[in-house]
């Protein structure tokens, strides 16, 4: 029996409106990025031999996707659900794109995505991104039916550079009571 | 092998078959994840709430963050091509869970090399391995490096015409 309800599939080819990242990018948000992935290469900290040909220090590849965080006077989730046992706190809805209602029940999970880098982003940028819902299937496998959503997402610089082309899986999986 | 930044890799230094220096990380902690988890914002309790993890959502325990490991596989790649070369594309599934405690190996292998007009592209198979060898996180790459005596790689980066 299927586990995906023909409402998800409605959502296939939704596009978003463009959104802009709430923050340019942040020196200091580079440093704890950095930091936190064990890569602290001279290129991300301050102008440099190894960063002039991008123009200066730099943000690294994947920073542009981390960069679109909610805003202030939006719904805080966290609030939100704090009286609901079942609320897991992932980041739902990526890119501007709708939340998949028929699906918020499923655990979510990251299932690995296909990536292109043209540019990357200079300290004080501005980043804004266009994504799409491309796909939403059913897939069998040895532990169970598993939804596969592909989203693909365009971020850009303010000025509308390309930075990076994205083609992101999410897992949805329902979960055995 | 360990990996040299600001060393720059040529076209004519690669050969198919060659294992690239691989990136180690771990043994990883809740420590480690909650920073991750913190930097991005990511609140998602399955990277930091063990009851919640094991009980609701029928996990072994805690895990790394998908969001987290890809960005070693860019870092292993830029680090071997250097600044003159690019990171063109990715392509990764997580297919396994990796858990606190293990220790992970960022591998890659050349698995082609093309010549473009102004650069070299090399195709690799990559991934992330923990202690015992399992496979989490198997991929493909293409990257672009500069011919020995050539121009770097063209910045901003335009896919070649091939």
């Known amino acids: 029996m299927s586990v995906l309800p023909e409402a998800a599939l409605k959502y296939v080819g939704v596009e978003s409106e463009e959104e802009i990242a709430i923050d340019p990018v942040e020196r200091g948000q580079v440093r704890r990025h950095a930091q936190a992935i064990g890569d602290e290469d001279p290129i991300y900290w301050a102008p440099c031999e190894a960063n002039k040909r991008y123009g200066g220090p730099v943000a690294q590849p994947f920073f542009p996707i981390h960069m679109f965080r909610r805003a202030y006077g939006t719904e805080d989730p966290v609030e939100a659900n704090a009286s609901d046992p079942d609320y897991d706190g992932a980041l739902k809805a990526r890119g501007g794109l709708p939340e998949i209602e028929p699906l918020t029940h499923m655990p979510v999970m990251n299932g690995g995505s296909e990536i292109e880098f043209f540019r990357l982003a200079k300290h004080g940028e501005t980043v804004k991104l266009k994504a799409r819902y491309a796909s939403i299937t059913e897939k069998e496998t040895s532990k169970g039916p598993i939804i596969l959503i592909v989203s693909e997402t365009d971020y850009l610089t303010g000025d509308g550079e390309l930075l990076a082309r994205q083609r992101h899986t999410r897992i949805r999986k329902p979960v055995k009571k | ?162």
């Open chain 2, 1 to 162: 092998m360990s990996i040299d930044i600001g060393k720059q890799l040529y076209f004519e230094d690669v050969t198919v078959g060659m294992d690239i220096p691989s990136l180690t990380k771990g043994p990883m902690t809740t420590p480690h994840i909650m920073r991750w988890s913190a930097t991005m914002e990511n609140w998602h309790k399955i990277h930091y709430d063990t009851p919640f993890a094991v009980n609701h959502d029928k996990l072994p325990g805690v895990l790394l963050n998908g969001s987290f490991k890809q960005q070693w596989l860019a870092q292993v790649l830029k680090d071997w091509v250097g600044v003159n070369g690019w990171v063109w594309k990715l392509n990764y599934q997580f297919r396994a869970m990796n858990l606190v405690g293990e220790k992970l190996t960022i591998w890659g292998k050349v698995t082609g090399v093309r010549r473009a007009p102004d650069y070299g592209l090399v195709d690799l198979d990559i991934g992330i391995v923990n202690q015992e060898g399992k496979e989490s996180t198997p991929g493909k790459a293409t990257v672009a490096v500069p011919y020995r005596g050539g121009k770097p790689v063209p910045y901003p980066f335009v896919p070649p015409k091939l």
